[in-house]
């Protein structure tokens, strides 16, 4: 039974920053991407980073310069340590994990097989 768990979000006013985790159980395989994605209120759920198998980023033009996304393969975790919050990043942040190993096609989320609940990241003016 794979499991996705998200932690680490809350509220920080804006320029501030937030780390969000994902911690990975069920399953061990260092063949998958992982991603993270969010939704605001009334909008639709957007891709906000990936990382393949290899390690490679890919960002959202939205936070590119300002997130960065990490995966400790040993530990089954995945990180978006986001810096210079603005308002706009107000939304709830899914973590994802496809058997894909790449980020083609990534902001596609009919790719990724297995989705966590979520964390509130809430950014203030």
């Known amino acids: 039974h794979v499991q996705l768990v998200e932690s680490g979000g809350g509220s920080v006013q804006a320029g501030g920053s937030l780390r969000v985790s994902c911690a990975a159980s069920g399953y061990s395989d260092r063949r998958d991407c992982m991603g993270w994605f969010r939704q605001a209120a009334g909008k639709a759920r957007e891709g906000v980073a990936a990382?393949?198998?290899?390690?490679?980023?890919i960002y959202s033009n939205s936070v590119l310069g300002r997130f960065t996304i990490s995966r400790d393969n040993a530990n089954n975790t995945l990180s978006l340590q986001m810096n210079t919050l603005k308002p706009e990043d107000t939304a709830m942040y899914y973590c994802?994990?496809?058997?894909?190993?790449?980020?083609?096609?990534?902001?596609?989320?009919?790719?990724?097989?297995?989705w966590g609940s979520g964390t509130q990241v809430t950014v203030s003016s």
């Open positions: 994802a994990a496809s058997r894909l190993g790449s980020t083609i096609n990534w902001r596609q989320e009919r790719r990724w097989g297995y």
């Open positions: 990382i393949d198998k290899d390690g490679h980023p």
